[in-house]
């Protein structure tokens, strides 16, 4: 079956530091991966696209990487800051379908 | 520039009543997804729209759910004898392009609870 997985345990990191979050997907030939940030009571908000022949993707402190061998995306934050402190989302969109696929997400807690 | 807006924010329904949810995109976007949140479980997709189309409904359950996009107005999500099941979050969302690579941008959401 198909399954997109993200760490479901918080991801607890110091500030300054970089916060690393996986997804894993099995049984889908995503086209594209996408990223978002979603803060408790509101809706998810779009960081950074990847297409799959792309390896990495970068935006200012955000960077992106997309293995469609290791079928994996990692999410990089540098520099992290208590303000980065969210649930972070990833999804796949396959090149024929109209809609995005989404992990249930990654809570990270960037503390002082 | 407004974002999407949804309204109602939060919606309170006793079972048996119907629900509506309303969605306006993005100033300049056509298409329309709407997607459900159940706690502690991810978004799931259930509509995308075009103006006055249904182009893909595969994530919708087959009775009490319907979901327009006219040629004028807003999207509207129509749940019809709502049950405590159907107790989420409801978010739509925008996109310039449809089946492309384009990002959504999302909704604050309306928050559903069925009593």
């Known amino acids: 079956s198909q399954k997109i997985e993200q760490n479901s345990e918080a991801l607890n990191i110091q500030e300054g530091k970089t916060a690393t979050l996986t997804c894993n997907y099995t049984n889908y030939s995503p086209a594209y991966l996408q990223w978002y940030r979603q803060d408790p009571g509101r809706g998810p908000v779009f960081l950074l696209l990847?297409?799959?022949?792309?390896k990495e993707k970068r935006k200012e402190r955000l960077k992106v990487t997309f293995d469609t061998t290791l079928k994996q995306s990692l999410f990089h934050i540098t520099a992290s800051q208590p303000a980065d402190s969210a649930t972070y989302l990833c999804a796949l969109h396959t090149g024929t379908a109209s809609k995005l696929t989404f992990g249930t997400g990654t809570r990270l807690q960037v503390t002082l | 520039n407004a974002g999407v807006m949804q309204n109602p924010r939060h919606l309170v329904r006793r079972r048996g009543q119907e629900a509506r949810l309303r969605c306006s995109p993005m100033k300049g976007h056509s298409h329309v997804y709407w997607y459900r949140q159940l706690p502690e479980e991810g978004l799931k997709f259930m509509v995308y729209l075009q103006k006055e189309n249904i182009i893909d409904e595969s994530g919708m359950p087959k009775e009490r759910f319907s979901a327009e996009f006219p040629k004028e107005g807003p999207s509207i999500l129509r749940i019809q004898q709502v049950v405590r099941g159907d107790s989420a979050a409801y978010f739509c969302?925008?996109?310039?392009?449809?089946?492309?690579?384009?990002?959504?941008?999302f909704g604050p959401g309306t928050r559903l609870t069925v009593t």
């Open positions: 990847i297409r799959e022949n792309e």
């Open positions: 969302a925008s996109s310039y392009q449809g089946v492309s690579a384009y990002e959504q941008y």
